[in-house]
């Protein structure tokens, strides 16, 4: 049986689809993935481009909150930004809720001094999620 994990963050435009992405692509036998947020963001570009570039399609994916997965459950929800953590949503009892919070790729790369230098933020956060997905479910402590 599958884990279902949750990925929630506060526009489910980037690191979240990174999350879900990732999951599908190296847990799928594993994990059953998706993601959300406490409002929907739309796609953002640099982040299905950077995902493409190492074989990852997000691009099907869409930008949805929690009401959208109404009915279904989820064995985690992973908190991946700060604001999400702190809003994030009644689970139910069986559901554990845990927080690993990564960079948030479009505010740094409005700090980027060229057009180029931008998705060097997007990879390497997405780097980061990659490390982190491929240890679940096993890294997941249960007390």
Same mark, same amino acid.
């Given at each position: ?11 489910? %435009?980037?690191? %979240? ?13 594993? /994990? ?14 640099? +982040? ?9 399609? /997000?691009? %099907? ?14 064995? @985690?929800? /992973?908190?991946?930004? %700060? ?28 700090? +980027? ?8 933020? @997007? ?21």
């Amino acid at each position: 049986m599958k884990t279902k994990i949750l990925f929630f963050c506060t526009g489910n %435009s980037c690191r %979240s689809r990174m999350a879900e992405g990732w999951a599908r692509h190296l847990k799928h036998d594993r /994990i059953e993935a998706a993601s959300a947020g406490v409002w929907t963001h739309g796609l953002n570009p640099l +982040a299905v481009k950077v995902m493409a570039e190492v074989g990852v399609a /997000i691009s %099907s994916q869409h930008s949805k909150t929690t009401d959208e997965l109404a009915g279904r459950e989820f064995d @985690y929800v /992973i908190t991946v930004c %700060s604001h999400a953590d702190e809003n994030c949503p009644f689970f139910r009892a069986k559901t554990r809720v845990l927080h690993h919070g990564f960079d948030d790729p479009p505010k740094l790369a409005l700090e +980027a001094a060229t057009d180029e230098e931008a998705p060097l933020h @997007y990879r390497r956060v997405r780097d980061e999620i990659r490390t982190f997905v491929k240890k679940l479910p096993e890294s997941i402590v249960t007390d």
